[in-house]
């Protein structure tokens, strides 16, 4: 079964600031890799993924994430928040083969003070 | 649609009622996933759809849960004799590939706004 951590629970930035968000997973097989945002009152929506190749990813918005297969983790990065970017940040995996369910982390609140 | 739409977004029942969400996937799509989001956690999976074929509910947590779709587009997920810990975020996400594909077909799924359910 495949789990994901992510350690930090609730992270507080000024704007401008650079921001690294966490990701960890256990699986014992190849897996597919993305960050979901969820904005408040809004839907989950896909920032970036990883299926193969470049292990350093580019999303939407500035972010970036890095795929570090020995340290099973695909850590989120912004080099400058914004205050518009205060969500809900969430890692999930799925299995590149068989069952594709997403296994999610329990999400990362950044809130960017102006 | 554009997008996943989930109606309705906010649902209060008393406990031992029966309720029914529902979810429209986006036009064509294949696969239909249910999930369910606890207050302060991330969503954790119930039960997945391709076509009209339920091929996996082993993440339902009772008997009391039963999900449906039928035609292989819209879909329900039933809830019977709701009960407080029940309380959640029900999330519908759908792909345009099924997940018996090969590696080389790995696509994104697109979720719903969800269903608030709140048990009283």
């Known amino acids: 079964a495949q789990s994901v951590s992510q350690h930090n629970h609730h992270v507080i930035l000024s704007e401008a600031a650079s921001l690294e968000l966490g990701c960890n997973y256990s699986?014992?097989?190849?897996?597919?890799l993305f960050w979901y945002v969820q904005y408040p009152g809004q839907h989950l929506q896909l920032l970036l993924k990883?299926?193969?190749?470049?292990?350093l990813v580019k999303g939407i918005k500035g972010f970036e994430a890095e795929f570090i297969k020995s340290k099973f983790s695909f850590n989120l990065r912004k080099p400058s928040v914004q205050w518009s970017d205060t969500a809900e940040y969430f890692c999930?995996?799925?299995?590149?083969?068989?069952?594709?369910?997403?296994?999610f982390g329990s999400g990362t609140r950044l809130q960017v003070q102006p | 649609g554009a997008g996943v739409s989930q109606s309705p977004r906010y649902k209060v029942a008393k406990r031992g009622q029966d309720v029914a969400l529902r979810c429209d996937p986006i036009?064509?799509?294949?696969?239909l996933f249910w999930y369910q989001q606890a207050l302060g956690q991330g969503p954790e999976f119930l039960t997945y759809f391709q076509n009209e074929a339920q091929l996996d509910k082993s993440g339902l947590p009772s008997d009391r849960f039963f999900a449906e779709r039928p035609e292989g587009s819209v879909s329900t997920l039933k809830i019977q004799r709701t009960q407080q810990e029940d309380s959640a975020v029900y999330l519908c996400a759908s792909n345009r590939m099924s997940w018996d594909r090969g590696p080389i077909m790995n696509t994104e799924a697109f979720f719903g706004q969800g269903t608030r359910l709140t048990v009283v």
């Open positions: 699986y014992g097989g190849t897996v597919n």
């Open positions: 990883y299926f193969s190749g470049d292990p």
């Open positions: 999930a995996v799925n299995a590149r083969e068989g069952r594709r369910a997403l296994t």
């Open positions: 036009s064509g799509h294949v696969s």
